[in-house]
């Protein structure tokens, strides 16, 4: 199994934390990945602080996650509510993270998702493939991604989700699947890879061997790379963070 998060260049550049994270569950029947919002000044706060809340709650089930992720927030905001005097602001500085979330079932692989991010799967055929979950709504030029956070800051962004954020619901038959993962939206620049060396990271994810992935992408992000016995400047690819469970 492949559980890996991993900074992306331009987070290196800015001086800026990786704002991912990741939770498998003992069993790893369970796998869920956390992507923190750039706007959201410390948004990797609150991406760890709910891996947090996922272990301490021990069984976490298709059917109560969402009331997992209600009560996480709940108590967050109250404690917020105890030191800060502008709750709102630093709840959304804080806690404006996507979050994706695959359980493996008995005779389903069962996907909840709130935010941008990709669905991975793997057919029987061995087929692997990345399905984007685009989950913004744009208004006046502006656009509002799906946070669960907007629940608890306010009706200005609420609005747009006809005042409650839910988690949108995938299935998948393990009739037709033999493997689904989930990964932030740092995936996206897969496609900036050259054809032979996107096929190679395909390959190294159906092995299921995190050190080998991560070491591509490290490889791939690195600012120096040798080529012909020659040091030549490189132009990273994954350039956002990128967490995959799969």
Not at 53 to 76: P, Q, S
Not at 124 to 131: E, I, R, S, T, V
Not at 221 to 228: I, L, Q, R, S
Request: aromatic share 14%; hydrophobic share 35%.
């Amino acid at each position: 199994m492949i559980s890996i998060s991993k900074i992306g260049s331009d987070h290196i550049g800015a001086n800026r934390n990786n704002q991912d994270y990741f939770f498998v569950s003992e069993d790893e029947k369970v796998k869920v990945v956390m992507d923190g919002c750039g706007s959201g000044e410390f948004s990797e706060i609150g991406t760890r602080l709910f891996h947090l809340a996922l272990r301490e709650k021990g069984e976490v089930t298709v059917e109560n996650f969402e009331e997992v992720v209600k009560d996480f927030f709940t108590k967050f905001k109250a404690a917020i509510e105890l030191t800060f005097k502008d709750v709102t602001k630093v709840l959304y500085d804080v806690s404006t993270f996507t979050i994706l979330a695959v359980f493996e079932e008995a005779e389903n692989f069962t996907v909840l998702t709130c935010g941008d991010g990709y669905i991975l799967t793997q057919d029987m055929a061995g087929m692997l493939l990345f399905h984007e979950t685009k989950e913004v709504i744009k208004d006046g030029g502006e656009e509002y991604p799906k946070y669960f956070v907007y629940n608890y800051v306010g009706k200005d962004r609420l609005k747009f989700y006809k005042d409650e954020v839910t988690f949108t619901k995938h299935v998948y038959s393990k009739e037709e699947y033999v493997n689904v993962g989930v990964a932030t939206d740092g995936l996206r620049f897969w496609g900036n890879l050259s054809h032979e060396d996107g096929e190679k990271f395909i390959e190294l994810l159906k092995k299921g061997k995190k050190g080998p992935v991560s070491r591509f992408i490290t490889k791939f992000n690195e600012k120096y790379v040798k080529e012909n016995g020659e040091i030549k400047e490189n132009v990273p690819v994954f350039r956002d963070d990128i967490s995959i469970v799969f």
